[in-house]
């Protein structure tokens, strides 16, 4: 078992910045990568960016060059920094970790209950 818990989130006005956080606990000894969406009233969940245990990262087309994201795999920790934020950001953001302690065998996923980032006009 994995618990995942999103701190960060808040109100924030167009232009500017906010990190929200995700801090693991239980047994994370096969967490292979971590990641957060995000879902807006209405929309479906989407992924918004990943970070693998060895540091490869990936993002939506929609938040290139404005988000980043990081991890400490010593602590167990993923973090994103969000620049330059849209109202279009609004939504909440869940945080995910994949599981994968056998290479046969498929991932199992773990999420934590999301911290709402709201953007005003």
């Known amino acids: 078992q994995v618990q995942l818990v999103e701190s960060g989130g808040g109100l924030v006005q167009a232009g500017g910045s906010l990190t929200v956080s995700c801090a693991a606990s239980?047994?994370?000894?096969?967490?292979?990568?971590m990641g957060w969406y995000r879902q807006a009233p209405g929309k479906e969940r989407e992924l918004v960016a990943t970070?693998?245990?060895?540091?490869?990262?990936y993002y939506v087309d929609s938040v290139k060059g404005r988000f980043t994201i990081s991890s400490d795999n010593a602590k167990n920790t993923v973090s994103l920094q969000m620049n330059s934020l849209k109202p279009e950001d609004t939504a909440v953001y869940y945080c995910?970790?994949?599981?994968?302690?056998?290479?046969?065998?498929?991932?199992?996923?773990?999420w934590g209950k999301g911290t709402l980032v709201t953007v005003s006009s």
């Open positions: 970070i693998t245990s060895g540091g490869n990262t």
């Open positions: 995910n970790a994949a599981l994968r302690c056998f290479w046969y065998a498929p991932a199992r996923n773990y």
């Open positions: 239980g047994d994370t000894s096969c967490i292979s990568a």
